[in-house]
């Protein structure tokens, strides 16, 4: 009978070594970078941390529980992805005002709904963790990622100097948000009611994660990431 648990976990450590390769290397090209590629590698770079302390949690701290970083992560994810779409979709100035009003109200609400959780003295306990922002968080990139699809195929001739390493991320973003949503969704239900069965699901939201980390990089090596 497949052990889902240790094969999950080795997933994940292979996923580590891959988002440290994909920071790194983002690290390394981040002057050469266009705007958007520097968010996403800013992006990158959290995750990388966020991952790293929930490891130390895991192996190290381990009376302690890492749950609570889900809600730090989530209006940073927000927020960076964000401005990765903002400086890659064709928008004009009255849409570039509204983008940025609706990242800064969604930002805000996110941060406090996730200040409320955390205050809350439950949120240690895996039966009463909630994490609805990550309904905004991947609603938003999903939409996002649409927009940007409708635009290349409305007016591919606007991107042909980028078209590679945006096709490779905005591929990623809506093949693993949209994924992830419902495997988020269904964690969050099980948690409360059966947290055992979590277990399958959090291995196919680490395949999902390995794909678009690898597509990260392949976004980052591709020279039309570039100034």
Same mark, same amino acid.
């Given at each position: ?13 292979? *996923? ?12 390394? #090209? ?41 809600? &730090?992560?989530? !209006?940073? *994810? ?46 240690? +306990?895996? *039966?009463?963790? +909630? ?24 007016? !591919? ?23 992830? #949503? ?12 059966? !947290? ?13 994660? &390995? ?17």
């Amino acid at each position: 009978m497949l052990n889902w648990g240790h094969i999950t976990e080795v997933l994940f450590l292979l *996923e580590l070594l891959l988002l440290l390769t994909v920071a790194v290397k983002g690290i390394l #090209v981040f002057g050469r970078l266009k705007q958007a590629y520097r968010y996403l590698t800013l992006y990158l770079i959290v995750v990388l941390v966020i991952e790293i302390l929930a490891k130390l949690f895991i192996y190290v701290w381990v009376t302690h529980d890492n749950l609570f970083l889900l809600h &730090i992560y989530a !209006p940073l *994810e927000f927020l960076l992805l964000s401005m990765v779409y903002k400086n890659l979709l064709l928008l004009t100035p009255q849409q570039q005002k509204w983008i940025t009003r609706y990242t800064i109200g969604m930002f805000s609400f996110i941060v406090v709904y996730s200040c409320i959780m955390l205050l809350d003295t439950k949120w240690y +306990q895996a *039966e009463y963790f +909630q994490l609805h922002s990550k309904l905004i968080v991947h609603g938003s990139l999903i939409a996002y990622a649409s927009l940007l699809f409708a635009q290349l195929l409305r007016q !591919p001739e606007k991107f042909i100097h980028s078209y590679r390493a945006m096709m490779h991320f905005n591929s990623g973003v809506l093949l693993y948000f949209s994924g992830s #949503v419902t495997i988020f969704l269904t964690i969050n239900y099980l948690l409360s009611s059966a !947290p055992e069965q979590t277990m399958i699901f959090w291995f196919l939201n680490v395949i999902l994660t &390995i794909i678009f980390h690898f597509l990260c990089l392949l976004t980052l090596w591709r020279k039309d990431s570039r100034k």
